[in-house]
């Protein structure tokens, strides 16, 4: 019997490739607008969303959820 085992561990670790975490909190500069109106920011190149923040914004945001390719964010006051 052959036994392939790639696609899962490959499915598994997909989501590892993010450099921040759900929950923790980062001080971040609004760079863009995204097409919804969510304030666009990078976190060692990853793209978080913010919720009410417009560009040019120093804020404190908190990662509410993680994608693979994104984030997205609230301000924290």
Do not use: C, L, Q, T
């Not at 993010?18 to 995204?34: C, F, H, L, S, T």
């Amino acid at each position: 019997m052959f036994k392939n085992n790639y696609g899962r561990d490959n499915y598994s670790n997909r989501g590892n490739s993010a450099p921040i975490n759900e929950g923790e909190e980062y001080d971040v500069k609004i760079e863009d607008m995204g097409r919804d109106g969510d304030g666009i920011a990078k976190i060692e190149g990853f793209i978080v969303f913010v919720n009410g923040a417009k560009v040019g914004d120093e804020v404190k945001i908190r990662i509410n959820s993680i994608r693979r390719n994104f984030a997205f964010a609230e301000i924290v006051e």
